[in-house]
């Protein structure tokens, strides 16, 4: 099989589809490696370093896409790239289609087979390409949160674990998947006094397990969320759907009654967001603010911490990258159901149900 490695194009995205470690196992197993140039640079990897283990280095994205069969990318792919796909390929990355009908609709123009790793799924039901990432955006809010709540970034001027005699930070998080845990064990590191609402009591009892007195739960009610907002210095946004929109869990009239200078971080903007406010920000100009709330919604935070990130998505994907070079997509697919589950778009269809639910587009089974 030739795999192709673009370089990533998407505002500050500095992660790579392979690092040297991941094509030279490829390499010893016989396929070709195909990197456009530069595409390691933003981890530190050099050229040379993908020549010493046996890849080719190309010119540009063109010759990446012309050269290869299966394009394994960290991000979506952006216009310039969907124009570069044809039929023969496979494309394996991020795609969060639900949030994005024109992504979707280039795609299924294609013809391309593209497999999304937010919809991978495991034995046990869960994402496990989504959780290397949903692990640094969860530990990487409570970071940003912290920094835009210091007056200086327009923030309450509240420090996060307070100080003797002086209260912490309330932090309520929405959601208690591989996120929302993540966020909680930073924010309990702090110091801060942290909340976790979930709808499933199941999950509610194993945080109380995990946790402790540490953390306090409750149920994700409307009620109980209004609440929380309303007395939360940070709130994360936590919430995941597979493969569909993020439901819109605090509505604008919440945030009136919020604290200005509070802080909103939504992990689910990738998935559109899951507060009625939010709309995608890039590492460039990251927050906005409404109704005096500062909104902080990067689409790719795990980007700005590139090379822990891109080590740790590929430890999660190589194992499929290798199974779609060996078999090739169809047959790697039907010889893996949970593979299959991320068989977002082919032959010019949508092929996920809730991607198809979220776009009102037809579902081809």
């Not at 673009?6 to 016989?30: C, F, M, Q, W």
């Not at 990897?45 to 069969?69: H, K, L, M, P, T």
Request: aromatic letters at 4%; proline letters at 5%; a negative charge.
């Amino acid at each position: 099989m030739r795999i192709g490695v673009p370089r990533e194009i998407k505002n500050h995205e500095y992660r790579v589809g392979l690092t040297p470690a991941s094509a030279a196992d490829l390499v010893a197993a016989g396929h070709a490696v195909i990197v456009e140039t530069g595409a390691g640079l933003g981890i530190d990897f050099e050229d040379q370093d993908y020549r010493d283990v046996g890849a080719s280095i190309v010119a540009d994205a063109a010759a990446v896409f012309a050269g290869a069969d299966l394009i394994v990318k960290v991000k979506e792919p952006q216009p310039s790239e969907i124009a570069l796909l044809e039929p023969r390929h496979t494309l394996f990355t991020y795609l969060h289609l639900a949030a994005d009908k024109p992504q979707a609709e280039g795609l299924m123009a294609s013809g391309a087979t593209c497999i999304a790793y937010e919809t991978v799924t495991s034995r046990s039901g869960a994402l496990p390409l989504l959780k290397p990432m949903s692990e640094v955006a969860g530990r990487m809010s409570i970071q940003v949160g912290a920094h835009y709540l210091e007056k200086e970034q327009g923030g309450r001027g509240v420090l996060l674990g307070g100080v003797p005699g002086v209260a912490p930070a309330r932090v309520a998080i929405l959601g208690g998947g591989v996120a929302g845990i993540n966020a909680a064990q930073m924010a309990v590191g702090q110091r801060a006094d942290v909340t976790i609402y979930d709808i499933s009591n199941d999950r509610l009892a194993e945080l109380d397990m995990h946790f402790g007195s540490q953390i306090k739960t409750a149920y994700a009610s409307k009620a109980a969320i209004a609440a929380a907002v309303a007395r939360a210095h940070l709130v994360i946004g936590a919430v995941l759907v597979p493969g569909a929109a993020a439901p819109k869990l605090v509505t604008r009239d919440m945030l009136r009654t919020m604290k200005r200078g509070s802080v909103l971080v939504d992990i689910a903007i990738d998935q559109g967001g899951c507060f009625e406010t939010s709309h995608p920000t890039t590492h460039d100009d990251p927050v906005f603010e409404v109704d005096g709330v500062i909104h902080y919604c990067v689409a790719n935070m795990p980007g700005a911490v590139a090379r822990t990130s891109a080590f740790a998505l590929n430890n999660a994907t190589l194992p499929f990258v290798q199974k779609l070079a060996e078999l090739g997509a169809e047959a790697a697919m039907a010889a893996d159901p949970h593979l299959a589950a991320g068989l977002n778009v082919s032959g010019g269809h949508i092929r996920h149900q809730a991607v198809a639910d979220a776009l009102n587009l037809p579902f081809h089974g």
